[in-house]
């Protein structure tokens, strides 16, 4: 019988069916040890932690990272039989307090007769901090080994006194190749090739984008199909399997992994690269209007005085988005992520924000100077308010170029444009009034 991830073949068929017959293939197929695991070799190589864990007769609990059908739950079981632990799953969808305090009661007698407990927890992620922490005592003091599955980034969902008991392992969505091999193993199992042509078996391997499990549910349902007279082509394989909706968790990792690859594909300056990730969000399901918000951001942080008008382009691209509505007022909105990544760019705008505020903390509350504040009443005046002010109008060049930072606070430069668009004509600027600045400070010294 052939495995899931196992890299040798099975015996040929006999032809008599077996019980096994009637078991889903990707349970029939689940690999017997961890040297079959395929797809993973990163971690359970020589090399690997898992692999050196295992090399050490120590194993510490840890947290398995991965995307769904990587093998996370098949790892766990093998490194109960490996390690002769009493394999315990529980799923935090389903598993209350009270089910929990049986689990380690249970592992605190087993543990009186010389057997530890590999407590295997899916969808970890979904335990609350409460929760979560319950775990910590039994960790530390050996009462269980806890493999933990997560979907989600582990940094982001999971306490971190649970996190410095254990180590995290990222497991790799599996490779082209490795789906590959796991239709030729499920061939094998079934005792038939499937009816497919060389296209269409490619296609079948996309349909099911890095997980083996949901591979072999297709494969499984290709093979009940009646036989025809010629193989199965692509669209015929399209029309009679409903399309694999793509993994995208709109408030999840997966959702900050594609923003964030957009936001640097725009900043970048490659519009191919963005609008692949813009349209990844969409097909995913993404809200148009975040992606709208978003571009806006990206204009201002990235783009800047550099094209003064990047920001009117994507706020008009969010209007004509709402305006036409999905799915023509998309079209907008992918326009702007093309003007955007080929507008010059600059953050001299964005450092020089996040360099005043950073002044603006430090220095506190200190006022402005005297010679700037109005003097509204006659008191007022005779304290010295707006005593010295030069009314920039009525100066030479019509710049007086006096101080305006707080009396104790010498004078910073903020903003330092950049040779980009239309920035070179506000460098121009600033150097210009820099220029004057030192001439009025040093007529004023002299």
Known sequence: MSDLFSTAPDPAPTGEVTPDAHRPLADRLRPRSLAEVIGQDHVLGPDGPLGAMLASGHLGSMILWGAPGVGKTTIARLLADETDLHFVQVSAIFTGVPELRKVF??????????????????????????????????????????????????SFELNAAVLSRSQVLVLNRLADDDLSDLIARAETELGRPLPLTPEARAQLVQMADGDGRALLNLVERVASWPALTEDIGPDLLAARLMKRAAKYDKSGEEHYNLISALHKSIRGSDPDGAMYWFARMLEGGEDPNYLARRLVRMAVEDIGLADPQAQ???????????????????????????????????????????????????????????????????????????????????????????????????????????????????????????????????????
């Open 105 to 154: 009661e249970a592992a605190k007698v087993r543990r009186t007769t010389g057997r530890g407990t590999l407590l295997f927890v899916d969808e970890i992620h979904r335990f609350n901090k409460a929760q979560q922490d319950g775990f910590l005592p039994h960790m530390e003091d050996g009462t269980i080994l806890l493999v933990g599955a997560t979907t989600e980034n582990p």
């Open 312 to 446: 009117s382009h994507a706020m008009h691209a969010w209007e004509t988005y709402e305006r036409l509505g999905s799915p023509e007022g998309e079209l907008a909105l992918a326009q702007s992520v093309i003007y955007l990544a080929l507008a010059p760019k600059s953050n001299a705008g964005y450092v020089a924000y996040k360099g005043a505020r950073k002044l603006a903390k430090q220095t506190g509350s200190r006022p402005p100077p005297m010679h700037i504040l109005n003097a509204p009443t006659t008191m007022m005046g005779d304290l010295g308010y707006g005593a010295g002010y030069q009314y920039d109008h009525d100066a030479e060049d019509g710049f007086s170029g006096q101080n305006y930072f707080p009396d104790g606070v010498d004078p910073v430069s903020f903003y330092m444009p950049v040779e980009r668009g239309y920035e070179r004509e506000l460098k121009k600027r600033v150097d210009y009034f820099a220029r004057l600045r030192a001439k009025r400070r040093g007529a004023d010294q002299a």
